[in-house]
């Protein structure tokens, strides 16, 4: 981690007041990150609790990060990596993880590289962070709402500058309480109130008409990391059904949106699993257009002339048996009596009857399975927000807005997103340490 946060603090810097607006992943790094710099900081949460959405993190074990190098972090960006270059140097998963270790959280790193608290629990990352708040004197405000940032318009600028700074400052934040509304005071103000995905977390999206009433603009937005429904009727028959080492690919006309190998799973209205989550945030909205075919290959393993092969050779062996019979030897149960209907053969036909023109059908389908992704599932279902607050109105070095001075905006609310593995939560630990270093270094 940079050095700086062993500074010594000054007294003006100790006068400095924050106000950070969500008590997600990034708002919690970054106002323990502040407090420790000396700022005093308040970090207000619309829910009766911190971190809600990080307790289901990595189902309930929190895939805190990627114990990835940083350039190998901003491969796995999907969205404006480029923008990510300061705040993966400002923390990186090393840093994360020395952290929390720091922090008395006991890590462990697993297949893929992705970093979980040992115990398997992530309260554990969320009570590292809840005990750093309070060592550090952060003021937590529970059960309160940030309903509007406070601004005041900036000193009348040159018009024939070609530089033009923020229209307007922050001055504070009104907030809404049981008890009523009320105005605080800041110097700064951090908006971390993530994305849409999961509502039930806390995740209002209020965050996206914060910054739009400070001059911001908010690009489309869609569900990410999400399964998919699909077209074809027999995958409710599969529903529960998941298939290991397969390979999916989805096309948009002829070209490949998305090819990879992996894992995934058969619902009552598609598909899911993380092969199909990375197809999600990979192919994103194009999926709900025209001209989209998905397939997977259920035999990888094997080109189209060893799977004949094998058909030709069970065949031969049980002339006399139903097709439907030999079948499992070659897929798993729930996919027996599909296969043949999609390849348009009677399953009761005899294997010594079989047609060479129906058995290079059935070699077809398990090399080419068809699953039509037809929309993305909603909000309620995606791990993260495709989309968010426009990064060019964003200084990538801290954070601050360039609409609104003093105002920083951090983590998923902003357009950025990458794959599972950790990686989304780094965006937030990132994001919330390159800015906490800029508003405790910022002049007051
Ligand atoms: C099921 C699931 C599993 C996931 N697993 C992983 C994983 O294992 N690894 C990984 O890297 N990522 C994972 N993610 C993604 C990760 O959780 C998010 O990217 C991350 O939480 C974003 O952090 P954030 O602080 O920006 O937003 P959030 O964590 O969503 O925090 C925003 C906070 O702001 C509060 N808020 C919103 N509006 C207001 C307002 N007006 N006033 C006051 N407070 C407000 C919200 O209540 C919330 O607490 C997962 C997501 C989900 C849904």
């Known amino acids: 981690m940079s050095k700086e946060g062993n500074e010594a603090v000054t007294p003006a810097r100790a006068k400095k007041r924050v106000i950070v607006v969500g008590g997600g992943a990034a708002g919690m790094m970054c106002a323990a990150l502040l407090a420790e710099r000396g700022l005093n900081v308040q970090l207000i949460e619309h829910n009766e609790r911190l971190g809600k959405k990080l307790y289901i993190t990595g189902k309930g074990r929190c895939n805190f990060t990627n114990s990835s190098s940083p350039d190998e ?9 480029k923008f990510l270059f300061s705040a993966s140097r400002a923390l990186t998963s090393r840093d994360v993880i020395d952290l929390f270790e720091g922090w008395g959280v006991e890590t462990k790193v697993e297949r893929g590289r992705r970093a979980f608290p ?39 600028q040159d018009p024939s500058s070609k530089r033009r700074g923020p229209a307007m400052s922050v001055t504070g934040v009104e907030i809404g309480t049981p008890k009523g509304r009320e105005v605080l005071k800041a110097d700064a103000v951090v908006l971390a109130t993530g994305g849409l995905s999961y509502p039930s977390t806390g995740s209002t999206g209020d965050g996206y008409r914060l910054a739009e009433e400070c001059g911001h ?31 999916l690919t989805v096309r948009k006309g002829k070209k490949i949106l998305f090819s990879d190998f992996g894992e995934l799973l058969f619902t009552h209205f598609g598909i899911s699993g993380p092969l199909v989550l990375s197809m999600s945030a990979a192919a994103g909205p194009a999926l709900s257009g025209p001209d989209i075919s998905g397939f997977i290959d259920l035999k ?16 031969a062996a049980s002339p006399k048996r139903a097709l439907k019979n030999v079948l499992h030897e070659f897929y798993p149960a729930k996919l027996v009596p599909v296969i043949p209907r999609a390849a348009g053969i009677d ?12 058995r ?57 997103d990458a794959f599972t593995g950790g990686y989304n939560l780094q965006i937030a630990w990132s994001t919330a340490a390159v800015c906490a270093r800029a508003i405790a270094e910022a002049e007051v």
């Open 73 to 81: 972090f901003l491969s796995a960006v999907l969205s404006n990596p």
């Open 118 to 156: 040992a115990s398997d629990h992530a309260a554990d990352i969320i009570d590292a962070l809840r005990r750093k708040l309070k060592k550090e004197h952060v003021e937590i405000r529970l059960g309160t709402e940030a309903l509007r940032i406070l601004t005041v318009p900036e000193e009348e």
């Open 217 to 247: 603009t908010v690009t489309d937005l869609h569900p990410s990391l999400v399964p998919v429904n699909c077209k074809e009727e027999y995958v409710r028959d599969l529903q529960g059904l998941s298939l290991r080492n397969v390979t």
């Open 300 to 315: 990888p393993a094997l080109s189209i002339q060893q799977l004949d092969a094998r058909f030709v050779r069970v065949f």
């Open 347 to 358: 399953d009761e036909k005899r294997c010594g009857d079989i047609f060479q023109k129906e």
């Open 360 to 416: 290079e059908r059935l070699v077809t389908v398990t090399k080419q399975f068809p699953v039509t992704p037809v929309s993305l599932r909603g909000y309620q279902e995606a791990v993260v927000t495709k989309g968010g607050i426009r990064v060019r109105e964003i200084d990538p070095k801290t954070m601050e807005s360039r609409t609104c001075r003093s105002l920083y905006c951090i983590g998923e609310l902003l357009d950025v």
